[in-house]
Structure formats: C-alpha cells, structure tokens
C-alpha cells in the first residue's frame, strides 16, 4: 500500500489516487477536509466519521463516501483502511452528503487491486479499465442504514450531539422538551421538521448506532448495560430490527459469542 500524507496527495496531476494505512485501536483524525472525494474503507474495526450534519458508522466491509471539501472528524476502532480520493471532475454523481455503502466481494477485489496501483508509472490501459470498473460499482450501490442526521438549528443540534456522545434507552422525549421548555407535542413537530423522523426514532438510531464501535471490545451484554438497555435480549432485538444483523456479526476479531 502507499504511504502518503494530504500534502503528498492532494495535488498530484491524477483522477484518482489509492491509499493504505493502518489505525490502532482509538485512533483519531481531527477535523479536516481535502478537495478530492473520497471512498474510505475499512476491512477490520469499525470507523466514527462525523461532519456539521451528522454521524456515520462504518463497521468492517463497508466504506464510507465523503464528498469534496467536507469538513469531518474520524475515529478509527481498530481500523485497516483502503482509501481511494477522487477528483471531483471525475464523479460528478458523487454524494452531496457522507453516505455509506456495503463493499461487496467485487468491488472489494477492485478496491484491492486499485490500491496496488503505482503512483509513478503511467497507468495502463488495465489500469483505466479497473478505475473505471470501481466508479461503477461505487455509483450503482444504494447506502446502508449507518447514519443519523443532526437537525439543522439549535437547541435540537445540541441535543442531538450531547446524546450522540453519552446514549441512554432512559432519556425521553418529554425529557428533551423540558429541557428546552417546550410541550412534547411542539418539540416532536419540530424534531420531524428538521430530521424527517420522531425524537424517539432518532434516538433509538443514534444509540444503536453507537454499540457498534463498543462491540469491537466489549460483549454483547456489557454494551446493553452501558445503553442502558433491560437485559441483552431487549438490546439484541432493537439493534438487529434496526440494523439488519444481529450485534454478534458485529464482534471484533476473537471476540466469539458473548460471555
């Protein structure tokens, strides 16, 4: 894999440039942006993107599609990342806003092959093809469920983010409104207005969400308590209605079933 910094990157005369690096297990990015697009994948771990408008989980075998000049901060869970970043003028189709996407056995084939690409030599007509074969694949893939988008104006921003970083199944909704001094009713309307879902949805979104960074170390029943859920069970049902999986799929390596 290359190892190459932004400044090594960002200029270089070339649509698309790959990069690999690894991430130990709490890894921070602080805040940044660069011109290109960019596709980052993670094949173990679980990756934390936020920006100004949300939150995006990244479990292992997914990636996460940033646009061009977006602001965003990373958490890398034990993470061993694929990244591709793109000219804009490449990807004129390319998410207005962080979306992620399940990287599937050919795209990640593709992915693997395209990180290998020299990034002295000029690329060859089999170099071309599996660019081109890559922005395909990435353009015809819907997003997945790993997303919870922060209402546009205060105090429900800040609401949101507070809860984002300290989740609890005992926080309501009536609770938000009294903080606030607003009626349930009022508080819920505008709560739909900026996010398109009820309070009680967003939050049982967001504390879903974050178990997943916590199951890459902790069993299935140490993150039902920290969330605050009655027992395993309760947590397993809400995670995999939401998510699609049961918590378990999501285990770090060795980690087993839970104990």
Do not use: N
């Not at 990034?119 to 353009?139: G, K, N, Q, V, Y």
């Amino acid at each position: 894999m290359s190892r190459l910094t932004i400044d090594d990157y960002e200029d270089l005369p070339i649509d698309v440039l790959p990069v690999g690096t690894d991430y130990g297990s709490d890894a921070v990015l602080p805040r940044h942006s660069h011109r290109r697009a960019q596709l980052l994948y993670g094949s173990t771990g679980v990756m934390d993107v936020e920006t100004d408008d949300g939150r995006w989980i990244v479990p292992a075998e997914r990636a996460v599609l940033i646009p061009p000049s977006t602001p965003h901060r990373v958490h890398m869970h034990g993470v061993s990342t694929w990244s591709v970043y793109i000219d804009p003028g490449a990807v004129p189709w390319w998410p207005a806003s962080c979306m992620v996407i399940e990287v599937e056995p050919l795209l990640r084939e593709i992915l693997g092959a395209v990180s290998r690409l020299s990034l002295d030599s000029p690329r060859s007509e089999r170099d071309s093809t599996l660019i081109a074969l890559m922005l395909h694949e990435i353009s015809v893939l819907a997003p997945s469920p790993f997303d919870v988008v922060l209402p546009e104006c205060e105090p429900l921003r800040r609401l949101c983010r507070a809860y984002i970083a300290k989740p609890d199944v005992g926080v309501s909704t009536g609770d938000w409104a009294a903080t606030v001094s607003l009626s349930t009713r009022t508080f819920d309307r505008r709560f739909r207005e900026q996010t398109g879902v009820s309070a009680a949805v967003w939050r049982t979104r967001a504390r879903l969400l974050a178990a997943l960074p916590m199951l890459v170390t902790e069993t299935v029943t140490e993150v039902s308590a920290r969330l605050g859920y009655s027992s395993p069970a309760s947590f397993t049902a809400a995670f995999t209605k939401a998510v699609g999986s049961p918590p378990s799929v999501f285990r770090g390596p060795g980690r087993g079933g839970d104990v």
